[in-house]
């Protein structure tokens, strides 16, 4: 896609944080490299340049306190919000000087100013588009087989075409040959996203699509609305905290910085 000439736009970037999590209960609050896990991700995000600030959206009041506690903006948000987009939608409506909201999974304590500032210089570019994501080349079979790695597959101009847990595109002839290609086949849908803030609240109040459904994916409810996520890429994504062994593999690297 030939990107249009850039607009001055303001953003913001926004952390939805939920206190209980099945498979590392409390996680955000984990504290064993010195630190909760919450700020982690909230000083990473800070580093990202050409935003206008980073607030964590929450639903649980030690979380709140928690990022106050470092100096970090916090807000609560209605027990009827359940997914983290419903969060940030509510923080979009008591920011209507906002132009751009760019929602950051808080179990990311590594994310990259990168994969920040180029999510939202897509819908800076891109006038036209509501809604923009990235993604990651995959070159390993276990990865693309496995289901809780999310797989887009998107055009030449960027545009997503669908998302699954399913190894998209299916290779008739087999996938290992396809591997290593270069362009890459095969990408990694990374769980960061930019929103314009009408539509974020227009898809806040949709009801669950189809699709959505049945794979458990809210983007494709955008897709099903007839609306455009772009996707941009990047050379590798950040590492989620999802499980004990997960959190502690960050605080062995944060102790050995």
């Not at 590392?24 to 991700?41: F, N």
């Not at 990651?136 to 030449?156: G, N, Q």
Request: one cysteine or more; charged letters at 25%.
């Amino acid at each position: 896609m030939k990107p249009a000439l850039a607009l001055s736009l303001s953003s913001l970037v926004v952390i939805p944080a939920r206190l209980h999590s099945s498979r590392l209960p409390q996680k955000l609050l984990l504290a064993e490299t010195g630190k909760p896990l919450i700020q982690h991700t909230y000083e990473a995000a800070c580093l990202a340049r050409g935003t206008d600030g980073v607030i964590v959206a929450t639903d649980h009041d030690s979380i709140c306190q928690a990022v106050q506690s470092f100096g970090g903006e916090a807000v609560m948000t209605s027990e009827s919000c359940a997914s983290g987009t419903d969060r940030v939608a509510e923080v979009a409506r008591s920011r209507p000087e906002v132009d751009i909201f760019i929602n950051v999974q808080g179990d990311e304590p590594e994310i990259s100013a990168e994969a920040i500032e180029t999510v939202r210089r897509l819908l800076e570019a891109n006038p036209d588009v509501s809604m923009a994501t990235l993604a990651t080349p995959i070159r390993w079979l276990e990865k693309l087989r496995d289901p809780a790695c999310v797989k887009v597959a998107f055009s030449e101009n960027g545009r997503a075409l669908y998302f699954s847990r399913s190894p998209i595109p299916h290779v008739r002839d087999g996938f290992e040959e396809q591997l290593d290609a270069d362009p890459p086949v095969f990408f990694q849908h990374l769980g960061i996203y930019a929103y314009r803030r009408d539509f974020l609240l227009q898809l806040a109040t949709a009801p669950p699509s189809p699709l959505e459904q049945l794979e458990k994916l809210e983007q494709l409810r955008v897709l099903e609305m007839g609306q455009t996520i772009l996707v941009g890429t990047i050379a590798e994504p950040s590492i989620g905290i999802d499980t004990p062994s997960d959190y502690a593999t960050f605080v062995r690297k944060m102790r050995n910085c």
